[in-house]
């Protein structure tokens, strides 16, 4: 069965950190781009980075850029979303998902997790 499972969420404080954790399962990630999505309430779900399957290049949107970083453990068929110096507006359910690239406005997306949730408030 192909699976995601996302972890690491929680509620912090502005300028604090958390992992994010993507395991799969029923399939190598590394075959696949990974993306992290987020999604606020009463907002359009937005990209916030990517790793590529080819050579692991990483991308991050410009409101993450500096404080987020991307990276797989292929030994632990995962892939991590470090975040650090988190505000309010970080505030939202963080999905993965498998992609046919990094291109968040042309790639297709397979598999999605259920999202977790991250919450930044004082």
């Known amino acids: 069965q192909v699976q995601l499972v996302e972890s690491g969420g929680g509620l912090v404080q502005p300028g604090g950190s958390l992992r994010l954790s993507c395991a799969a399962s029923g399939f190598t990630l590394d075959y696949y781009a990974i993306n992290w999505f987020r999604q606020a309430p009463g907002k359009e779900r937005e990209g916030v980075s990517c790793i590529s399957s080819s050579d692991g290049s990483t991308y991050y949107a410009d409101s993450v850029k500096g404080r987020f970083t991307i990276s797989r453990d292929n030994a632990k068929n995962t892939v991590y979303l470090q975040m650090n110096s988190l505000k309010p507006e970080d505030t939202a359910v963080y999905y993965c998902?498998?992609?046919?690239?990094?291109?968040?406005?042309?790639?297709?997306?397979?598999?999605w997790g259920q999202g977790t949730q991250v919450t930044v408030s004082s």
């Open positions: 998902a498998t992609g046919s690239s990094c291109d968040w406005g042309d790639a297709d997306f397979g598999s």
